[in-house]
């Protein structure tokens, strides 16, 4: 079905038809828009079922179906006002009747440049909360108390302010502080979802600046916050604290490499920091091994994928020691060990790069060195061997290419 059909279809049983939310955001702004969602306003469920009878019903506690519209399923929800009656982002009274009109569904959305929508078929934009004035100042303000009933549309709009490079108004910050409460209540998942959407930004800095103006990233990362205040040699570090520090090698990470893995290794490198005793500072001694314990933390209140995890904990650990190895076993070692981890070998040498500003010969042509050791194979070891044998002779047999290797660059 044509969106124009859906929309006359709706009309002609005298309801009303809108795209809503960031479509209509992005449009606006003049970007690609992504996925459109609708809402209908002044159809009961019944004549929606009659109007569009293939259309299947998603929404457990409010009606929200998915309908293929131009060839792509998309959802359609009821107009609908929200009224908080509980913790959590479950905890809702949702009132939805065909009385409700499109400026009242706006109203409860989380921030002005999410709360335009747009007539169909006319085009005409509703704009009841002066949405394109923000979009256009590229602001972030929440359309009103509401904000704060969802508490991870704090997270949301720390997240956005980093995807779009918009400003968080003053009373947003105010909004998302008064959801450090409830953010205790919310899914885990919920709040990794955020950050991993953060991660594939640009900048994702701006992501965790935002939550730490807004007095929450103690609640919601804590490791991060502990960060905050170590101070480091200056001669190394003059950017500042561990948090600073941080937050330059997760953008330059990310300036550098696509993969939101590599850019949460980055993000994480130094969490072992966030421990160290006061009479240790500006010095970190340990914080590589620390730091292990610190994610293995993290991991356990907020299970993160694998693949992160087993990255993460390489790169805690290998940092330090990564840059300035001098010994062909351990270089070896290293190389093997890089190859067993999630990550590209590219993406850990950036990591590296950002974190000790230059690197060694043997991580700059890390992608090239690995195939060299990996083409070495126990079937060419001499006869006779066995067992643990064959994995010595193997490994003496790396270095060997490593060294030929080396005597030629
Ligand atoms: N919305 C909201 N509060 C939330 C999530 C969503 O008010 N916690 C509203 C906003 O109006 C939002 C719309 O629902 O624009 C659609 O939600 P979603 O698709 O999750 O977000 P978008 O803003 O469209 O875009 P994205 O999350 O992809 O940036």
């Known amino acids: 079905m044509k969106e124009d059909e859906f929309a006359r279809l709706c009309r002609e049983a005298g309801g009303k038809a809108y795209i809503v939310g960031g479509w209509v955001r992005d449009f606006l702004r003049g970007a690609v828009p992504k996925d459109k969602d609708y809402v209908v306003c002044g159809l009961s469920e019944e004549t929606f079922h009659e109007l569009f009878p293939s259309a299947e019903r998603v929404g457990k506690s409010f009606p929200v179906y998915l309908v293929r519209i131009d060839g792509t399923k998309c959802e359609v929800a009821f107009a609908r006002r929200e009224r908080k009656a509980g913790n959590g982002y479950r905890g809702f009274d949702v009132i939805s009747s065909p009385e409700l009109t499109i400026e009242e569904d706006l109203y409860r959305r989380d921030t002005t440049m999410n709360a335009v929508a747009m007539e169909l078929p006319s085009k005409e934009i509703i704009d009841p909360y002066k949405g394109r004035e923000d979009i256009f100042a590229h602001i972030i303000r929440p359309v009103s108390e509401h904000f704060r009933e969802d508490p991870v549309r704090a997270l949301r709009a720390a997240r956005q302010s980093a995807e779009l490079s918009f400003d968080i108004a003053t009373e947003t910050f105010e909004a998302m502080r008064a959801c450090g409460y409830e953010l205790q209540f919310e899914p885990a998942e919920r709040i990794f979802n955020e950050m991993v959407r953060a991660l594939r930004t640009s900048r994702p800095s701006v992501f965790f600046r935002a939550l730490r103006r807004a007095d929450l990233l103690e609640k919601v990362f804590p490791e991060l916050h502990a960060l905050i205040g170590k101070t480091q040699p200056v001669e190394f570090h003059p950017e500042g604290d561990a948090f600073e520090h941080t937050m330059n090698i997760v953008d330059k990470v990310s300036a550098a490499v696509s993969s939101e893995i590599a850019r ?32 293995e933390k993290w991991n356990q209140r907020m299970t993160m994928p694998k693949t992160w995890y087993q990255s993460a904990a390489f790169v805690i650990r290998e940092h330090m020691r990564a840059g300035r190895l001098e010994k062909p ?81």
């Open 264 to 295: 949460f290794s980055g993000l994480v490198h130094d969490i072992g920091k966030g421990v160290t005793p006061e009479e240790m500072l500006p010095h970190h001694y340990g914080h590589e091994i620390k730091g292990g314990d610190i994610l």
């Open 329 to 409: 076993g351990k270089i070896v070692e290293l190389l093997l060990g890089v190859d067993r981890i999630p990550i590209e070998p590219k993406e850990f040498k950036e990591i590296i790069r950002a974190d000790h500003k230059t690197l060694p010969y043997y991580l700059e042509y890390i992608e090239e060195i690995i195939p060299i050791l990996k083409s070495v194979s126990g079937k060419d070891a001499p006869v006779g061997f066995r067992g643990k044998k064959i994995g010595e002779w193997i490994f003496s047999e790396q270095i060997h290419r490593y060294m030929e290797w080396k005597s030629k660059i």
